[in-house]
């Protein structure tokens, strides 16, 4: 890729980023504040503790467990076993979307289970309560699985969730009952939590129904969460394609899905950070590859069709992928070609979890914009420079905390999809089976690349570059806007998407470019910087708090 010369010097932007911080933190904060080479991939310091007092947007263990990998399945009662707020609080917030075949059908998404803990629970111990809670669900529902979360409380005082419910599901025989220790500490964010969930996954569902999944070309979708209807679209697309979707990991799926999820013959993953652990012992224990594919952007998907044709390798399938392509392009084409005289050349910022960051520069890409900075929250090492970079990531203490699942063939499902011979070739024709690249490859000379950037940071990347728009979260969006630059979601989508596909692609053309074409913002005017301010103290600021 070009280098990108009209932008500020990189190495001044990290010094200037750094410069108010103690010597100790500068330092720190340095090795997390990258200037990309794609040829040369710089190592970026990620998957590391937040330094205490930095406002940071990370999210906790329990969060990443029971709100992003098992929140989207939805007919498994999810009870959270701690205080009310942390249930409360999560409690529909994400937008993950969900479509039951009939109104029948179980979903208990809209719900909010909690073990409601109070202080006697904490001094004399909360099992008692827990399992009371399972029970009443049971009674209430009939579902055919609950699922325990343990939050932080649960850890401090050692209730055993997994005892619980054993004894629950011994008791029922009929209701899958098991527990998750993602107490929020567990990790330095989130992430800890998808590793967990992942291993609960795998262990208490994956592999439990063998009965044989129809179709000739099937698959599970992995690390798609369905926000604001993403998976839908993907759906779409499958079926026009003549692609069977076993299970999807875990927006609009069941629990049904996901045991049967290993009669697939090919795993795709779109989030790797979430669920690459279940890609990988998939494979292990039942000979299934996984592949790295992305449906963010419509040239990322058609190119994400033809890999799956390619992979099953069948002509048939490669000539409807072709139909597809052909009758969804032109659809596509026709909006961007109206849109990009006036996007063309703008720049934009995307500081977004451990996927998004990467996966939005190619809408960005197709509007003809430039990504001049970007980085995740909470993703490691590899999700930033690529797979290869694995060998060489130091274990630390926080990530030997969770645990590593030994997982072997499975003696009597495990049935390699395709020979090593038969890998080799597809990865020849360029296919990532088993890997990933990772975001810097994609990124210009020169771009920066920053984990885990903190509010002060990102204010001071804002005054620096001025780019058009910024994307990241609900957390970040006012202070920004009121900057003077609009500010796109991407966790919750400001309520808007599917941005996935080819329709989605278009719905996302249409939100930039009446956000970066907007005049209204350049007609802001924080309070701060109104006439009379100095030293950023405006005398005509209207504060909110009381004064005696
Ligand atoms: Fe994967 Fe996600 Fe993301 Fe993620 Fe998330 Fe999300 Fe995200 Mo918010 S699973 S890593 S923990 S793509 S909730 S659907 S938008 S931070 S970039």
Redesign the pocket.
């Known amino acids: 890729m070009e280098a990108n010369t009209h932008f500020p010097d990189p190495s001044q932007v990290r010094e200037e980023l750094i410069q108010k911080y103690p010597t100790k933190v500068a330092k720190k904060r340095a090795k997390s504040i990258i200037i990309n080479d794609p040829q040369i991939i710089p190592e970026v310091q990620a998957n590391v503790r937040t330094v205490p007092g930095i406002i940071t947007q990370r999210g906790c263990s329990y969060a ?1 467990c029971k ?2 990998v098992l929140g989207p399945t939805r007919d498994i009662v999810n009870i959270v076993h701690g205080p009310i707020g942390c249930s409360f609080y999560a409690w529909m917030t ?1 937008r993950n979307q969900t479509r039951t075949e009939s109104l029948m059908d179980a979903n208990y998404i809209p719900y909010c289970f909690s073990t409601d803990m109070q202080e006697e629970n904490v001094v004399f111990g909360g099992e008692k309560k827990l399992k009371q809670a399972i029970q009443e669900a049971y009674d209430l529902f009939h579902p055919k699985s609950i699922a325990i979360f343990s939050t932080c409380p649960v850890g401090l005082i050692g209730d055993d969730v997994h005892a619980a419910s054993k004894e629950m599901r011994e008791k029922f025989g009929d209701c899958n009952v098991f527990g998750f220790s993602c107490e929020g500490y567990r990790g330095v964010s ?1 992430s800890a939590g ?1 590793h967990i969930a992942n291993n609960g996954v795998f262990k208490h569902m994956v592999g439990r129904d063998n009965t044989p999944s129809e179709g000739k070309f099937k698959l599970n979708l992995l ?1 798609e ?1 369905n ?1 604001g209807g993403d998976a839908f679209e993907i759906e779409r697309i499958f079926e026009k394609a003549g692609l069977t979707l076993i299970s999807s990991f875990s927006g609009n799926s069941t629990i049904s899905q996901l045991e049967n999820s290993h009669t697939a013959d090919l795993n795709v993953i779109q ?1 790797h ?2 669920i690459n652990y279940m890609g990988d012992m998939m494979e292990t224990k039942y000979g299934i590859p996984w592949m790295k594919v992305s449906f963010v952007g419509a040239e990322s998907s058609a190119k994400s069709l033809r890999k799956i044709a390619e992979y099953f390798g069948d002509e048939e399938l490669k000539a409807q992928v072709e139909a597809v392509i052909a009758e969804e392009m032109p659809k596509v084409k026709a909006i961007i070609d109206e849109i990009l005289p006036r996007t063309k050349g703008k720049t934009a910022m995307l500081f ?6 990467h996966h939005y520069q190619d809408l960005f890409t197709e509007l003809g914009m430039t990504t001049v900075a970007a980085g995740y ?3 490691h090492r590899d999700d930033y420079e690529g797979r290869d970079v694995l060998p060489k990531i130091k274990v630390d203490a926080d990530s030997k905390n969770i645990e590593e699942l030994k997982v072997l063939p499975d003696p009597e499902l495990y049935n390699p999809r395709k020979t090593e011979a038969e890998l080799e070739a597809l990865k020849e024709k360029g296919l990532e089976i088993n890997g990933y690249s990772g975001m810097m490859q994609q990124m210009t000379k020169k771009s920066l690349v920053v984990d885990d950037l903190s509010h002060y940071e990102s204010e001071k990347l804002i005054e620096i570059y001025k780019p058009d728009i910024f994307c990241a ?1 609900i957390k970040e969006k006012y202070v920004v806007q009121k900057m003077g630059v609009p500010l796109k979601q ?2 919750s989508y400001d309520y808007g998407g599917p941005y996935t596909g080819f329709e989605g692609a278009v719905n996302f053309y249409k939100d930039i470019d009446r956000m970066v074409n907007n005049p209204v913002w350049k007609l802001i005017k924080a309070p701060w910087q109104k006439t009379g301010a100095t030293n950023g103290v405006s005398k005509g600021l209207e504060a909110s708090y009381v004064t005696q």
Request: aromatic share 8%; hydrophobic share 30%; net charge positive.
């Open positions: 990443g709100g992003v994400r989130q998808h690390g969460y926000i989030c950070r979430s977004v979890g451990g996927s998004r960051a929250e909470f993703a979260g991407l966790h």
